[in-house]
């Protein structure tokens, strides 16, 4: 018998059988992942049932597992942050308010609200830029997704954690013909980024659904959901140093909302 025949043979044999075993694997992980159609008809008439129309094409049709983040909010200290953007000799108007010859900073919970005192308080005469103004105000948003008006005067930047949204929080760069007006919002940046995240079975898109048409908080009259994101939030008012952030599904609507349902499962 030709032995290295029959071993090559064997080798690749036993390669097959375990490429075929991991196709099955797979194909079952992404059977269990994908919710049933059915699922999906029947929240549509259980929402229909409550006057709440939405297209089932809107509909998420996946099971998702989801980190736990934890964040540090770029405002250490009202009075700190202030300076930053004021420079020195700054006077408390009252709790939270900040001024100086160069401008003025309101703070409010985790926002704040930047106003200059002359629009070319930083270099804009070129063109504005609100990306490389903020990065000379220390305020890194170089991963932020950036929406321009149509006028270019308006630009807001929006905040993604661990590749998902993190509602209510964005900055929002409001120029003028001479230059800068206002800069308002909040940011919070990722204080650890493991290689390998712990991951945590969230709420489907239907369970949401359900939640939401039972809420006592949601409008009572009829409603057209217009879309479902999955994304994080910040847990409570008021100013946070750091936060563990909780998984939440944002339901659209056409006329009212959006609204917030809680996407972790013992919740």
């Known amino acids: ?35 049933p159609e059915e699922i999906i008809d029947s929240t549509v008439q259980i929402l229909a049932g409550k006057q709440i129309t939405i297209d089932k094409t809107r509909i998420p049709r996946k099971n998702v597992s989801m980190p736990s983040p934890e964040v540090q909010n770029i405002i250490t200290d009202y009075e700190a942050f202030a300076a930053k953007l004021l420079g020195d000799g700054l006077a408390e108007e009252t709790p939270g308010v900040f001024s100086n010859e160069a401008g003025r900073v309101q703070f409010e919970g985790d926002r704040f609200l930047f106003a200059p005192s002359s629009p070319s308080y930083l270099d804009t005469s070129i063109k504005p830029d609100a990306r490389a103004l903020l990065e000379q105000l220390g305020i890194d948003v170089s991963d932020a997704s950036m929406h321009l008006s149509d006028d270019g005067k308006t630009a807001v ?39 390998f995240r712990e991951k945590n079975t969230v709420k489907n898109a239907p369970s949401a659904l359900i939640d939401f048409s039972s809420a006592a908080s949601r409008p009572q009259h009829a409603l057209t959901v217009s879309a479902l994101t999955l ?27 959006p609204f917030y349902i809680q996407a972790a499962e013992n919740q």
Do not use: R
């Open 231 to 257: 994304g994080y939030a910040v847990d409570g008012d008021g100013y946070h140093a750091t936060a563990a952030l909780s998984p939440i599904w944002c339901i659209e609507t056409e006329a009212d909302g």
């Open 157 to 195: 930047f929006s905040q993604e954690i661990a590749g998902y949204p993190l509602f209510g929080c964005s900055i929002t760069v409001l120029f003028n013909d001479h230059g800068l007006e206002t800069i308002e919002g909040c940011w919070f940046v990722e204080t650890d980024k493991p290689l």
């Open 1 to 35: 018998m030709n032995w290295y025949k029959a071993k090559t043979i064997l080798i690749v044999f036993f390669l097959m059988t375990n490429v075929f075993l991991l196709v099955n694997i797979l194909t079952a992980a992404g059977k269990a992942a994908a919710i």
